[in-house]
């Protein structure tokens, strides 16, 4: 076992609220440079620049993970994290059927790069991100699930699109077993406020739009490293995400 510091929400210059240089380049190499090992890209409502991901940080020896910042039809965050590129790929695709037709104004809501693993501004998505899509937080799991999603509520300390805020609790279907936590949450506060919280296995991410918001190397997961691969490695976080591994955060 070893101990891998991780960051599992974090944007890139395709969702229209982050940093024009929040590339794939520039994120992986901050990520390294703060001892970041794992690292997973989570757009709003999309998987468009996660090939690219892959490939950067191959380069900057980090484990990549392909995702996405659902927004459910009741305006909740939903983080979809992919044991496989090709999954997220698949999702990104079929979420487009969901997805509101709004064309993007990049002068008042911000650019939305698709990027090539050099950086390279390959396309730009035209229709606006971040909107709700048409699917209510159940159908969205179910649906995200069927592609191979592992999924979970983000950063539920939040009143804006927090599940909390939202709801008030946690649903009962669907049922998370792990919830993610922004880095000022006062975790014990909203475990004495909703004890079924206690049950739940806790992440904490940084949810960046900025380079300098990328997670320092706080937040750790126990995880086999034998015989070490991204890929081994990669499928050991999801068998920890599924509750099928014991260990947790250090």
């Known amino acids: 076992m070893s101990k891998y510091y991780y960051d599992l929400h974090v944007h890139s210059c395709l969702s229209p609220c982050g940093d024009d240089d ?116 159940e159908e969205a799991f179910k649906l995200a699930s069927s592609y191979g999603a592992f999924c979970f509520p983000a950063h539920i300390d939040r009143p804006s699109n927090g599940i909390l805020g939202i709801l008030g609790t946690l649903p009962d279907h669907p049922s998370f077993p792990v919830v993610e936590y922004s880095g000022t949450a006062d975790i014990k506060a909203l475990e004495d406020a909703h004890p079924d919280l206690k049950t739940k296995r806790a992440l904490t991410d940084s949810d960046a739009h900025y380079l300098w918001d990328i997670s320092e190397a706080e937040n750790a997961l126990d995880l086999p490293d034998e015989p070490y691969s991204s890929a081994f490695v990669r499928h050991q976080l999801f068998r920890y995400l599924r509750g099928e591994l014991g260990g947790g955060n250090a």
Do not use: W
């Not at 190499?29 to 490939?55: E, S, V, W």
């Open 22 to 137: 929040m590339t794939v380049n520039n994120i992986s190499g901050m990520a390294a440079l703060k001892g970041l090992q794992i690292i997973a890209l989570t757009d709003h409502n999309t998987c468009g620049n996660c090939r690219p991901f892959y490939a950067a940080c191959r380069k900057n020896g980090l484990i990549p993970v392909a995702g996405m910042e659902l927004t459910t039809a009741e305006e909740i965050h939903m983080v979809c994290l992919f044991e496989e590129l090709e999954q997220a790929e698949a999702f990104d695709r079929k979420l487009r059927e969901y997805r509101l037709p709004v064309k993007n104004k990049p002068e008042i809501f911000g650019n939305q790069l698709l990027l090539d693993e050099n950086d390279e501004v390959i396309g730009t998505e035209p229709y606006l991100l971040p909107p709700a899509t048409s699917l209510p937080i």
